[in-house]
């Protein structure tokens, strides 16, 4: 039997416990693929992800990410809350207040100021919009007219995002998707937020084939939405999303657009330390 350091923290979100929970196991290099994948079960989180020292100069760390069925080459959530925890166990970044993290999907760098990460979105490497059929599809899930779908596209950075674009956060938050109908499929939401409102735009996430099908708050998804937002004029050049409304969470992610570079970020609290046995 082997301990490991082990944090547990909330990203996302300004309060603690109303954002997206991550279990960070340290120290992991020890530990096989079945039991990485075992233990992120076991958790029932929506991601549990395994520090392990970086396999060359330019990273701080490597980090894998899983959920409860299958490893993932990047996540948002995952991302910023693996560099808060790497960090908190006493992580010294190469660079000061830029922490550089490598994943299955490359380097991702993570600028950090106290509570408050931010990645730098990766590259979209599928990026286009729906056919008829599959929109008509994503319609049916949602349990919406197709006519209500104002637009829609691919936006796959790691997990295979589908966008979808609605009138309002109004038409957002009533959504009241068939989880049974969902398939293989990850379909994000979003929608304008009245003015006023302290964010800028509502967004929903549903993962098929994962226990936790209806995400609390996401960054990879946020990130593919800026990026298609950006595209296409709809966003701002720096916004505000909220997420987990429905499901009683307080998700609030920062995006800011810089040319080409997206950088999604939120605060990130440590709410258990400890030691995990394998």
Known sequence: MSLHKYSEVDVFSPT???GNALAVVHDAQSLSTEQMQRFAKWTNLAETTFLLPPSGPEADYRVRIFTASHELPFAGHPTLGSAAA????????????????KCGAGLVPVRT?????AFQAPPLTRYEPLAEP????????????????????WIVNGPQWIGVRLESSREVLELA???????????????PQPAGHPADFEVRA??????????????????????????????PQR?????????????????SIEGETIWVGGQ????ISGEVSF
């Open 16 to 18: 603690a416990y109303r």
């Open 86 to 101: 790497w960090l908190a166990m006493g992580g010294k970044p190469k660079h000061a207040g830029l922490v550089v993290q």
């Open 113 to 117: 100021d106290g509570t408050q990460l």
């Open 134 to 153: 599959r929109r008509e599809q994503v319609a049916d899930v949602l349990g919406i007219g197709p006519e209500q779908i104002l637009d829609s596209s």
């Open 177 to 191: 998707p068939d989880p049974s109908k969902l398939g293989t499929l990850c379909i994000g939401v979003i929608g």
């Open 206 to 235: 549903f993962v098929g084939g994962d226990p936790v099908w209806e995400d609390p708050v996401t960054g990879s998804l946020n990130a593919g939405l800026a990026r298609w937002l950006s595209d296409t004029g709809i966003a």
């Open 239 to 255: 916004y505000i999303a909220a997420q987990g409304s429905v499901i009683g969470c307080e998700g609030r992610v920062h995006v």
């Open 268 to 271: 990130v609290t440590t709410c």
